[in-house]
């Protein structure tokens, strides 16, 4: 079942959702090679905390972090460790806030100093298609609208397009219905409907579209090794298109 949002319930998340975005925003100073992932999920859960929120993944499923981190091939999901950030890393930061019941979730991948022409590239043409699908959002429009044109431009860019991994709703729990696919399923799904409240996340490739779990049994990552790049935005139907609720 699709819930729809109140007025007051959208408030929540678009506090929820700044929360995010202020978190992505001060974490991006620490982003430079040496410090360890284990210490930007600190740094990022303390500064959840000091708003008055929690971290939506601390234990979601069993996830053992605050924040999702994940490095280069990995695509998703990456458990935070000892691994020191290097000169032409990309990551990503996937993070949720929850903030009187309610949550906010993006995701962002970032260039660590300098990265090769190839990774800009896949970044670039990765967050376009997050808008690119987002652009799509209006009531009366179908989640096919949004997962086809992430598709389309994604094809278009010769990039690889990850299936089993989707966007979904949001609200008082992390992941609702509907699922949002990054591919046309060649099914309508359902209808947007005002008050309606969607992650969505495209999750491309350099290379192939095939994917592995790692050893750790959390961490998602290419089957050919190939950088990957993750962009998530929490975005909310209004009466007469959308509004991004974790920033721009």
Known sequence: MINIKSPREIELMAKAGDIVYQTHQYLLKYLKPGITTKEINELGEKFILSKNATPSFKGFGGFPAAICISINEEVVHGIPGDYQLQEGDIVSLDIGACFQGYHGDSGWTYAIGKISSDKQYLLEHTKQSLY??????KPGNYIQDISR???IYAQEHKLGVIRELVGHGIGNQVHEEPDIPNYDTHHKGP???EGMVIAIEPMLTLGSKAIVLEEDDWTIATK???PSAHFEHT???TKDGFRILTGE
Request: aromatic fraction near 0%; hydrophobic fraction near 50%; charge should be negative.
């Open 235 to 237: 975005v909310v139907v």
């Open 224 to 226: 050919d090794r190939s």
């Open 191 to 193: 209808m947007l409907k």
């Open 149 to 151: 044109a992430i598709e």
């Open 132 to 137: 690119e699908g987002i652009n799509q959002v």
